[in-house]
């Protein structure tokens, strides 16, 4: 197992305690004295996978969008869903770290021993990097208080429709023009990648493993200028050209879609929920996915919000 060591981002100063080497940058980010005291500065760290660069991976922070750092074990959010409650917000148990003479050493409970340097960027940003499997992950820190569940939704919004095998049409409002959306009472979209939706005609109250998907295409989410708690999404309907909808996350189980071009809103609630980790268990009814889901760098179109019928 390489050495590893705290790094920090500019001209440094020694400080010595007991066995250990601890580098302090000189603006004195935090007044932290050790690696422990940096990792458990905040409770949650989000994964701006993003910004990840180099050409490695490491399947468990690919997968994570939070982690934390807590008396020896380390915690995930792999889902968006239960996101908040789940774990008091920490998420499940993944395994263990050491931080150890100012070394980061983790012991992931299915993928074995990573280790990492931390370098600091500043008072609640630090990077781990991983130089022998060539990758370096950003994080953001945060105190359970102050992090922002709901916008972790919009800035993952593909991610969220995939954890559900299906999306099932629960409402229609009385305003807006008939269209060929109408007819659609089922949607999915698959985890294999952000580009693939299915959907039905079905009976609404069709059981899942029973639903034949009319159609496949493709889709796209934009961002909306402006806004932050709002996506267009845009399905690709080959035989009368894309529907567009402005997406809104209602809840965790539940979304709304306005049909941009007829006045319609329609909502959907999510249908078997696929639980995202390394395991071969099911419980609860829940679908649990044994391959877990990598995350992928997302580019967005930012558009401009339509004027509303």
């Known amino acids: 197992m390489k050495t590893l060591k705290l790094l920090f981002a500019t001209l ?22 050790s690696l422990e005291d940096i990792v458990t500065s905040h409770d949650i760290w989000y994964i701006d996978y993003n910004k990840t660069t180099g050409s490695g991976d490491v399947p468990f922070l690919s997968k994570a969008f939070t982690i934390s750092f807590r008396n020896g074990y380390l915690y995930a959010n792999n889902n968006l869903v239960g996101i908040g409650s789940t774990g008091n917000g920490f998420g499940t148990k993944i395994g263990r770290y050491d931080t150890y003479e100012g070394y980061l050493e983790v012991d992931h409970n299915m993928e074995g021993y990573y280790d990492f340097d931390v370098i600091e960027i500043s008072n609640d940003r630090i990077k781990l990097k991983d130089s022998y499997n060539n990758v370096t992950y950003y994080l953001e820190g945060y105190q359970t208080h102050n992090f922002d569940y709901d916008q972790i939704f919009y800035d993952n919004i593909e991610y969220f429709l995939q954890e559900y095998n299906a999306w099932e ?23 294999e990648n952000l580009t693939t939706f299915y959907s039905s005609q079905d009976e609404v109250g069709t059981n899942i493993a029973n639903i034949y998907w009319d159609y496949v295409g493709g889709y ?6 402006g806004y932050d708690n709002l996506k267009i999404l845009t399905l690709d309907y080959d035989s009368w050209g894309n529907e567009e909808f402005e997406l809104s996350v209602i809840n965790d189980g539940e979304i709304s879609l306005y049909h941009i071009d007829s006045g319609t809103t329609y909502e959907f609630v999510g249908r078997g929920y696929i639980q995202f980790k390394k395991s071969s268990s099911k419980k609860g009814g829940e679908s649990v996915s044994n391959e877990g889901r990598k995350r992928t760098k997302v580019e967005r179109e930012t558009k401009v919000r339509r004027n509303l019928k």
């Open 12 to 33: 440094i100063l020694g400080l010595t305690f007991t066995s250990c080497s601890v580098i302090i940058d000189e603006n004195d980010y935090g007044s932290y004295y």
């Open 169 to 191: 049409k629960s409402f229609v409002s009385d305003t807006g023009a008939l269209n060929e959306f109408d007819n659609e009472n089922f949607l999915s979209f698959t985890p």
């Open 220 to 225: 796209e989410v934009a961002n909306v200028q």
